[in-house]
């Protein structure tokens, strides 16, 4: 809804909206597919009801309220990638109310994304519920673009059927090079504030799995979802009316509503991929300042495998329905929940110390025309080998190893085409580790992680131990085979914000050499949701929105205070809306439509 004050363009004529080609001079938008739909606005879900699928998920990756001085507190609201821009692929089908995907999404969905909108992150909110944890033709598509376009990721969403236990997630999810997402619970005080007046069990927090969230694993075994974020009570941008974005009669308005589903939690991964992208091209490795002649363009598999290298383990799945019951989730990975919460500061490092050399090494760039680029050419090539040394403080080390696997075959019980494995070595001691991931697991999957604790090392302490990482090309069936690969240390210096400071811009970030002020990128990303999302963010700094909370976080924005209006799911494409609340969270729309007025009032003021 290019109506809403997080889209919206006071600049832009409005009569010269044109889809299906590049758009120029909107501060937001860059393309617009209209799909199979025929029509260029976020319309009703249901025939009763609306509840802008698109608008609210381009708002959690993208959105930003345009005006500062008016929209004050609704600043909060933006979305991770706030600076960014937006290539938008419109699925539905008003007629039918249900959406519509190509029969190849690969060439008449992705492509376009990719070519005229300039989109390299592509974010899907949806699924097929009628192929369960299949690898369909769709699934297939996705890992065939990414093995043309190397510097694209595609995520989609695990899908709202979790609670019918494993092997629930659905295609498209289901492909090997992508990302597929699932839904973790939003922070403690989000759940005593939607819950009141009853009180929350102390596992209603951010290290629970929702319980719709979709599971593992695929027909053929392997490990879906992939990661999780929050996906309980994400308050976006909200359409309003149905009026073309070409209408002279457009009137903004920034309304917010909370949903809960996977297709929430999956542009929010979506926007801390853009943030890595960023981190990358605006070469801030390896020195962790900006520097612009170490600029690496990432592939897809660098940005997965660092996005699966920050995930932090979850311990429960919850259930708000029947919320004294819950269920333990064991080990670090798992069918349930992946390899876990992306948290990026765990990775993202900006500079070093002489205690902690290492902090983050990593490889997978996307052409072979830097030093970042590796690849095999058979099987019996030698093994890509690292040393590198751990740090006096260091209490846990990480190793993750990706790559983008040639498209798998539909039907087959095998889906791997090419098979890397990755070992850590101890050189001090001999000691091997090996991927979370059992030696079965790791023949099916074409990403592994290592991790090893303080408590594995002798002594308990990592203090100037000598290490090596080799990557073996155990099958190449297909050549070449480029990988990433991604090592780092807890001891990241990470970035420093104020949490006396309410404001969402102008942030000081403290560096090992220096100091960076508004981290922020116009780099392409893009949001296919049922449509896509382009563009490259910032570190924003989000908060997770009680009435009178200032608590900070550097990875997302989730809470506000505006309920929602929750439609069924009454077409075959998943839908993210879910859990309709209850009478007291009706009241909290009433208590927030006095803000709604004072809003308006401003934005009358400024026609």
């Known amino acids: 809804d290019l109506s809403s004050c997080y889209f919206y363009d006071p600049n832009y004529d409005y009569s010269t909206f044109v889809t299906e080609t590049a758009i120029t001079g909107h501060r937001k938008l860059v393309y617009y597919s209209e799909g199979y739909n025929g029509d260029d606005h976020d319309n009703a879900k249901s025939a009763t009801s609306n509840t802008y699928h698109g608008t609210h998920v381009t708002g959690t990756a993208a959105g930003l309220a345009y005006n500062t001085t008016n929209y004050g507190d609704y600043q909060k609201y933006n979305g991770h990638a706030y600076n960014s821009k937006v290539a938008f692929y419109d699925m539905e089908n008003d007629a039918s109310y249900s959406l519509w995907a190509p029969s190849n999404i690969d060439t008449d969905m992705f492509l376009p994304m990719y070519s005229t909108g300039g989109a390299r992150i592509l974010t899907n909110s949806w699924g097929d519920t009628s192929d369960v944890a299949l690898y369909t033709s769709h699934a297939r598509d996705v890992d065939q673009f990414m093995y043309d376009y190397p510097d694209s990721l595609i995520l989609f969403a695990a899908g709202n059927t979790g609670s019918t236990g494993a092997s629930s997630v659905l295609a498209p999810g289901t492909n090997k090079n992508g990302i597929c997402v699932g839904a973790s619970s939003n922070d403690y005080q989000t759940w005593e504030y939607n819950m009141y007046p009853d009180t929350p069990p102390s596992y209603f927090d951010l290290n629970s799995l929702a319980e719709f969230s979709s599971r593992g694993p695929t027909s053929d075994g392997r490990l879906k979802p992939d990661v999780v974020a ?21 009137t903004v308005h920034c309304e917010t509503s909370q949903s809960s ?106 052409t072979n025309t830097g030093s970042n680029y590796e690849e095999f050419s058979s099987s019996s090539d030698s093994d890509y080998t690292h ?5 006096t403080t260091t209490t846990e080390l990480r190793v993750t190893m990706a790559y983008t696997d040639s498209p798998g075959t539909v039907g087959s019980s095998t889906i791997l085409v090419n098979d890397l494995d990755v070992t850590l070595t101890n050189t001090d001691t001999g000691t091997v ?175």
Not at 230 to 250: F, H
Not at 293 to 299: E, G, K, V
Not at 387 to 391: A, H, L
Request: aromatic content about 10%; glycine content about 8%.
């Open 261 to 366: 589903g996977t297709s929430m939690s999956t542009p929010a991964v979506a926007g801390n991929a853009a943030l890595i992208r960023e981190y990358f091209v605006k070469g801030y490795y390896p020195s962790g300042i900006e520097d612009s002649s170490a600029t690496i363009t990432p592939s897809g598999a660098l940005l997965k495998a660092m996005l699966v290298q920050t995930a932090q383990a979850l311990e429960y799945i919850i259930d708000d329905t029947t919320p004294t019951t819950s269920t333990a989730l064991s080990g670090n990975v798992n069918y349930e929940a992946g390899f876990g919460r992306i948290q990026i500061d765990k990775v993202m490092n900006f500079g070093a110390s002489s205690s902690n050399p290492m902090t983050l090494y990593v490889v997978g760039a996307a």
């Open 387 to 391: 040393t590198f040394v751990t740090g």
């Open 433 to 607: 580790y090996t991927p979370e991931l059992n030696s079965e697991q790791g023949a099916i999957n074409n990403i592994e992680r290592i991790l090893v604790g303080i408590s594995d090392m002798t002594g308990n302490t990592f203090s100037n131990v000598n290490w090596r990482v080799n990557v073996a090309p155990t099958t190449i069936s297909v050549a070449s085979q480029p990988f990433a690969l991604v090592i780092s240390t807890d001891q990241i210096t990470q970035l420093a914000y104020s949490e006396s400071d309410p404001s969402i811009s102008g942030y000081t970030y403290e560096e090992g050499g220096g100091t960076l002020t508004d981290f922020t990128g116009d780099i392409s990303i893009s949001i296919a949701i049922v449509m896509v999302i382009l563009t490259m963010l910032v570190v924003s700094i989000k908060r997770y929105n009680q009435p009178d909370s200032m608590v900070h976080a550097i990875y997302w924005k989730f809470v506000s205070r505006t309920y929602t209006k929750l439609s069924s799911c009454i077409y075959k494409v998943f839908c993210p809306c879910l859990v309709k609340r209850d009478e007291k969270a009706r009241k909290l729309r009433e208590y927030d439509d006095e803000d709604d007025l004072e809003l308006q009032a401003a934005i009358d003021a400024t026609q």
């Open 230 to 250: 929050p996906g309980y009570y994400t308050s976006s941008a909200e359409g309003s009316g149905t009026t073309p974005v070409n209408s002279s009669s457009t």
